[in-house]
């Protein structure tokens, strides 16, 4: 499902139920993969060793996540006791049948839940628990089958302040490297990524050289491209094939061109010197020319 707020327009895919591998305790990705920034970021909770940690990471080739921060998950006393207040059912946007439920917070906030009923039998409250708590500040009980779909906030002055919660369908598959997620909060990431590392791998991974027109700030984002390029093929290449590597590496850089140029991050005559730098380095991803460590 997608949470989708219509305040912050951040999203959250839960996949512990559609999730091919069960093993992985995972509880919810948030990413944003439109042409704003370089990095394609992913947010998501992940379970480990009894904690819940709110991690931080990378999407790559759309569908590749990777972890490169975390802290530990702890909701700030989040209100856990809804009563259902009346028989009385609800519709909100495409929603029908909504039963309401209202808490007070400690402040003598008033929330009000709209809770849907999909009638499939499915337990959504542990998903549903880390992302209500930490966006929310809410934990409500729900019963199999019901997910919260609008919230709304009563302040004392009498004023109130809504959000939504839209829940989607998806149909792209996310892959998450387990050992690399686990090891980076085990602080082992540095014998993690020696072991992980290729024995043949594109030679820009172990020594680059830029032409004398390269200025610091083109080489900053030359070496940004390499890293992430060279990172994607240590953790993926086992399971990518390699004519998908080649094709990530000539869409990841038309994206970044995109977001240059729209940005104006770096300049028409700085974009065509990158442009030039990277499609030199493209050669050396053929497999006769990869690079022995």
């Known amino acids: 499902m997608i949470f989708l707020s219509d305040v912050d327009n951040e999203s959250g895919i839960s996949v512990r139920f559609n999730s091919k591998d069960k093993t992985v305790p995972v509880y919810s990705i948030g990413f944003n993969s439109e042409k704003k920034s370089i990095r394609n970021t992913v947010n998501f909770y992940y379970s480990y060793r009894k904690n819940i940690y709110r991690m931080d990471g990378v999407l790559y080739n759309e569908k590749y996540v990777a972890a490169n921060g ?7 006393s989040p209100v856990r006791y809804f009563k259902k207040v009346s028989d009385l059912l609800y519709n909100y946007k495409s929603y029908k049948n909504l039963e309401k439920r209202i808490a ?6 008033e929330i009000e839940l709209f809770v849907a009923q999909f009638n499939d039998n499915i337990d959504y409250s542990e998903p549903a628990l880390f992302f209500l708590s930490e966006h929310y500040g809410i934990s409500p009980g729900l019963g199999k089958g019901e997910m ?8 004392n002055a009498g004023s109130s302040a809504g959000d939504f919660a839209e829940i989607k369908d998806i149909s792209r598959d996310l892959y998450l490297n387990k050992n690399q997620i686990e090891a980076l909060i085990d602080d082992k990431y540095r014998e993690f990524m020696l072991q992980s590392q290729q024995a043949k791998t594109p030679a820009y991974c172990s020594v680059t050289v830029f032409g004398k027109n390269v200025d610091d700030k083109i080489a900053a984002e030359l070496n940004d491209f390499i890293a992430h390029m060279c990172e994607y093929y240590d953790l993926w290449s086992n399971q990518e094939k390699f004519e998908n590597f080649n094709a990530y ?11 240059y140029k729209k940005s104006g991050y770096l300049n028409d005559k700085q974009i065509k010197i990158y442009s030039e730098e990277i499609n030199r380095l493209k050669n ?10």
Do not use: C, P
């Open 70 to 76: 975390f802290r530990t998950f702890s909701a700030a």
């Open 104 to 109: 007070k917070d400690k402040d003598g906030t």
């Open 148 to 155: 919260v779909v609008y919230a709304n906030y009563k302040f």
């Open 249 to 259: 590496f000539e869409t990841e850089l038309e994206r970044r061109i995109y977001i």
């Open 284 to 293: 050396q991803n053929l497999k006769e020319k990869l690079d022995h460590k």
